[in-house]
């Protein structure tokens, strides 16, 4: 593909292309998209993450630019009907700004939130994070990607100094003899990754999966370990002791690059193989066997994902596996390292840029004088005037509407009626707000409830950049414009802030916004200084940090030395506790969550597709023909899933692939088979991340 080719052209009869990335997961396969007359089409493309396949989201995301359900006015609700109705832009945003000034008159700057997502490129992102602190100056703005990376984030800060889901490219993962895959299950989640493990298996690498679940991805493993929901964190100790007791650690690397390693070996000495067997249900030898395959390769990787880091206590469980990493000297090194798969398609930049309620671009704190001085600088305000640091997504859902909560929020790109945990209460404070106003391409179950809707652009609409889970900033190449009577959400942050006489400027133009981005994110941990869009084309993207325009980027990071101030990384000693919600005589049952190969996240754009339609048309609740046989209940009946929070129905699905004592339900429905009516609003204490991956239900045929 050619340079030219990337660029939306048309040439008298020649189509419009543009080469491009997929709207979906982190992995942000390359594609081609094509328009002639009125069909546009999805081709292949090579790229280094997805090297020209793409999983069946990707080749029919282009079925939404001119969906029926497409939304291309604004719509505005009637008070005297409670009916959302079309209505002009002017009307609907000069509605929102005068009701947010009321609220703000009678309740004070942080009555007024933001909510933002995942699947927001970086212009989007930066610019909301300004809105929020500039434009409306609250403390509250928080982010749907609280619910994906914010364990992995937190444990790697704190072990390592700073957050990237993978510290290394992709291509390593196909150069491990020894790969551990921990609640993870690519296969279905981000199909293409498989490509790489292929290469590792070609080679003759070992892949192991812990996961309560024989998923497609355990399916293929050498080795599959199927803990009790919620006990990882003690395998991950009991693997350390294992290494220990059998003189698998790496002690020079240990005693060159690290500190705290004796805590954390006096705290895993209790993790006995025979007592977490025990515990979590993985058999001794199993724990001993993967200790071995990940101590004596001579290369190895640790990645953990959702399945490991959506509890309570998320972090400690991820810093568990880091240990694990770093006593085997497996950071820094070729091949080798701790990495996360991050979810959402920019879950990684949608928290360095300010979406995060204690952050500021650059993954700067925003506690932190210097880091106000600085960006305040950019924006050409007082750095007294920028609030502090909001509140955790839940949190912050959770008080919405309560004395002293916000009394409106804004929506940009996210969906928590389905998304939220303990969805039913969300959903109830999101009805009881005097403001809700949500953008959107399409009508979702939060916008449905919203008082202001307001259409906005797709993907293959406006330009843009993403980070990817490896910390490779892409581009997003425009196909065509939006529709008409359709907007970007720039342009939407650029008319609100105008009627509210914000003290800087807000442009639409998303590279004027990247250029701007750049300098506020100099000298931050996630260095963009030195990408530029141009630089991105040229070189199939740029790892951050990347502070020079002349200087290299970091495809690797800790070669030599980890972003800690003495250059070490730090061990945290780390203990098995409880899920917060435990199985009784009432609730007996194990609940978990996740996902399935033909929908995606709150399933607004993928249950639009008729062909993922076809291949996954509703919701289902999986069990084991044993639990099943109990409850009198055969494949298809109805059964109802009921936790102390809520209920969920859905036709069962049996397999003897889970265990016995769990049920499992996908999370991306609405309506009766909302997984998320029942699952836990227990949150990690230092990520804010919920608990949803377990809790305790009860199960009966509806």
Known sequence: MTHRARSATRSGGDPRQAETHCPYCALQCGMVLRETGDRVEVLPRQFPTNRGGLCQKGWTAAELLDHPDRLTTPLVRDPATGELRPATWAAALDRIAADIRAVQ????????????????????????????????????????????????????????????????????????????????????????????????????????????RVTATARQADLHLQPLPGTDLAVANALLHIALTEGLIDKDYVAARTTGFDEVRRTVAGYWPAEVERLSGVPMADLEATARALGTARSAIILTARGAEQHAKGVDTVSAFVNLALALGLPGRPGSGYGCLTGQGN??????????????????????????????????????????????????????????????????????????????????????????????????????????????????????????????????????????????DLAVLTELAARLDAPASFPADPAEVFTELRRASAGGVADYAGVSWERID????????????????????????????????????????????????????????????????????????????????????????????????????????????????????????????????????????????????????????????????????A
């Open 105 to 212: 008159t009678g309740y004070g700057r942080d009555a007024v939130a933001v909510f933002g997502g995942g699947g927001l490129t970086n212009e989007k992102a930066y610019a909301l994070g300004k809105f929020a602190r500039v434009a409306l100056r609250t403390r509250h703005i928080d982010y749907n990607g609280r619910w994906c990376m914010s364990s992995a984030a937190a444990a790697g800060i704190r072990a390592f100094g700073v957050d990237r889901g993978l510290p290394f490219p992709l291509a390593d993962l196909g150069r491990a003899e020894t790969l551990l895959l921990v609640g993870a299950n690519p296969a279905e989640t981000m199909p293409p990754l498989m490509r790489h493990l292929a290469d590792q298996r070609e080679r003759g690498g070992r892949l192991i999966v812990i996961d309560p």
């Open 347 to 488: 879950g990684q930049g949608g928290r360095e840029h300010g979406q995060k309620a204690d952050q500021l671009p650059g993954y700067r704190k925003i506690d932190d004088p210097a880091a106000r001085e600085h960006v305040a600088g950019v924006w050409g305000v007082d750095p007294d005037d920028l609030p502090g640091p909001g509140v955790p997504a839940y949190q912050l859902l959770e008080s919405l509407g309560t004395p002293g909560g916000p009394r409106a929020m804004l929506v940009f790109g996210s969906n928590p009626v389905v998304s939220a945990p303990r969805a039913a209460l969300i959903e109830s404070r999101l009805r009881g707000l005097d403001l809700l106003v949500v953008a959107d391409f399409l009508l979702s179950e939060t916008a449905a409830l919203a008082d202001v809707v307001l259409p906005v652009a797709q993907w293959a609409e406006e330009e843009g950049t993403m980070t990817n889970l490896e910390g490779r900033v892409l581009r997003r190449h425009a196909l065509r414009q939006p529709p008409p009577g359709v907007r970007t």
């Open 538 to 701: 040229a070189d199939e993207g740029v790892f951050w940090p990347c502070p020079d325009p002349d200087g290299p980027d970091t495809p690797r990071l800790f070669a030599d030395s980890f972003a800690t101030p003495d250059g070490r990384a730090r061990f945290q000693p780390v203990t098995h506790r409880p899920a917060a919600e435990q199985v009784c005589v009432d609730y007996p049952l194990h609940f978990t969550t996740g996902r399935v190969l033909a929908q995606y996240q709150s399933g607004t754009q993928t249950r639009r597709v008729a062909a993922l339609r076809r291949a996954a048309p509703g919701g289902f609740v999986e069990l084991h023909p044993d639990l099943a046989a109990r409850l009198g209940v055969v494949e298809g009946d109805e059964v109802r899933v009921a936790s102390r929070r809520g209920e969920l129905r859905a036709p069962a699905r049996l397999t003897p692939t889970i265990r016995p004592d769990t049920v499992f339900a996908p999370f991306h429905w609405g309506g009766a088979a909302r997984a998320n009516s029942v699952t836990s609003d227990a949150t990690d204490p230092v990520s804010g991340m919920p608990e949803f991956k377990i809790c305790a239900v009860r199960v009966e045929k």
